[in-house]
């Protein structure tokens, strides 16, 4: 027998020792682990719509409207919403007023509850609405009440009422 002598190129090598080794060319791989993390405070928001009355004459008879808070506050955060006496001069949490031109003013009242006898002010556990936050906004109803009363000179009459969440 003739003996031959065989010569493999470095790349043939390569190939082969793969092919019998194949977890010899793979590449090494480490791995680790990392914290993810978030804090969540109690929180809470607020907004409000606009209470209109509308246009009356003479105020012989309630006129009664409706509008809505909308609280957002963490999932099982205690709140309470409560609103101040407005910005006319002489308004109380009582005796809420409206402004017209000059001295002119018409007397109002918000309340907590439909039959309106729950007025809604702004004495943390006396006078507000508590609630406790699920995470989702949650709708208020407010109602509102302009009462029977000697009506002033025509025009328009307003407040800015300012709403109040605490938690």
């Known amino acids: 027998m003739i003996a031959r002598k065989l010569s493999f190129s470095p790349r043939v090598f390569v190939l082969m020792a793969a092919l019998v080794f194949p977890g010899w060319l793979s590449a090494a791989t480490k791995t680790t682990t990392f914290?993810?993390?978030l804090t969540?405070?109690?929180?809470?928001?607020?907004?409000a719509n606009t209470l209109n009355f509308g246009t009356q004459g003479v105020l012989a008879?309630?006129?009664?409207?409706?509008t809505t808070v909308s609280v957002t506050c963490s999932n099982t955060a205690a709140y309470n919403v409560g609103f101040d006496a407005g910005t006319a001069t002489g308004s109380t949490v009582a005796a809420r007023l409206l402004a017209g031109s000059g001295a002119a003013t018409v007397g109002f009242q918000l309340y907590s509850d439909s039959a309106r006898t729950q007025i809604w002010g702004n004495t943390v556990g006396t006078d507000t609405v508590s609630g406790t936050g699920s995470g989702t906004a949650q709708v208020l109803t407010v109602y509102?009440?302009?009462?029977?009363?000697?009506?002033?000179a025509a025009g328009a009459y307003s407040?800015?009422?300012t709403a109040t969440i605490t938690f």
């Open 144 to 152: 509102g009440r302009v009462p029977s009363q000697t009506s002033p």
């Open 159 to 161: 407040t800015t009422i």
């Open 61 to 66: 008879a309630n006129v009664d409207q409706t």
């Open 35 to 37: 914290t993810v993390s």
């Open 40 to 47: 969540l405070q109690a929180d809470c928001s607020i907004s």
